[in-house]
C-alpha cells in the first residue's frame, strides 16, 4: 500500500498555446506523501505551435514517466484511459452585428417553422371547431383560444428547455443539453480513437 500509486485519468482538460501540462492538471492522483508534490508537478505535455486544437494523453505515456522517475512504485489505474487536451486560444469579444443577426436568423426561423407546423395540421380549423364545441359560436378567429394558447406554447418551450434567458428552472438538464453532451461524448471517443497514436497500429510497422 505504501508504494502504490493511484492514478485517475480526467476526461478532458483545457490548456493554453505553450502551456506547461502537468500531471496533476490531467489526472487525480493518491499516492504516498513522500512523492506526491513531485508526482503533481511531474510535466506531461508541454504544448507547442506543432499541437493541434486536440491534444490525447494515452495512460500508457503516464505509467512510463511515474516508472522511469520511481522505479520501485506500484502504479494503479482507475478509470478512463485517456485524458483530451483542447488547446484553447485567446476568446474574441461578441461582434452585436454578428450576434443581433443570428438573433433575428433562430427567431424568425423558429417562427416560420412553428407557423408552417401549425398550417400543415390545419392547427387554426382545429381551434375553431374546438371553441366553437366550447361556446357553441362560429368564430373565424377565436382569439379567446388562441391568444392563451400561444402563452402556453412559450411557456411549454421554457419548460421543456429548463432555461428562463440564463436561469435553470431546475436541477434536471435539459433534453438539449443531454443531446449536447451525447455528442461531446461521441466526438470524445472519435478523437480518442482517431488522434490517439497507439490506438491503432499496423501488425508490419516497426
Do not use: C
Amino acid at each position: 500500500m505504501e508504494k502504490t500509486i493511484y492514478i485517475r485519468m480526467r476526461n478532458r482538460v483545457q490548456a493554453k498555446p505553450e502551456e506547461r501540462v502537468l500531471l496533476k492538471d490531467v489526472a487525480q492522483i493518491i499516492a504516498p506523501d513522500a512523492v506526491l508534490s513531485s508526482l503533481k508537478e511531474m510535466l506531461v505535455h508541454l504544448v507547442t505551435e506543432m499541437d493541434r486544437n486536440i491534444i490525447v494523453i494515452d495512460v500508457m505515456h503516464i505509467i512510463q514517466l511515474i516508472t522511469t522517475k520511481f522505479g520501485d512504485m506500484e502504479v494503479q489505474t482507475i478509470g478512463p484511459a485517456q485524458t483530451i487536451i483542447e488547446v484553447t486560444n485567446k476568446k474574441k469579444g461578441i461582434s452585436i452585428p454578428f450576434f443581433l443577426l443570428i438573433w433575428f436568423l433562430l427567431f424568425f426561423g423558429s417562427a416560420m417553422a412553428i407557423m408552417n407546423f401549425h398550417d400543415d395540421v390545419s392547427m387554426k380549423s382545429v381551434q375553431e371547431k374546438i371553441y366553437t364545441i366550447i361556446t357553441g359560436k362560429n368564430e373565424a378567429k377565436p382569439l379567446l383560444f388562441q391568444i392563451p394558447y400561444s402563452i402556453g406554447l412559450g411557456l411549454g418551450m421554457i419548460l421543456f428547455f429548463n432555461h428562463f434567458f440564463k436561469k435553470r428552472l431546475n436541477d434536471e438538464p435539459s433534453p438539449l443539453e443531454v443531446e449536447m453532451f451525447n455528442y461531446q461524448m461521441d466526438l470524445d471517443n472519435y478523437v480518442i480513437i482517431h488522434e490517439n497514436k497507439e490506438s491503432m497500429k499496423r501488425v508490419n510497422d516497426d
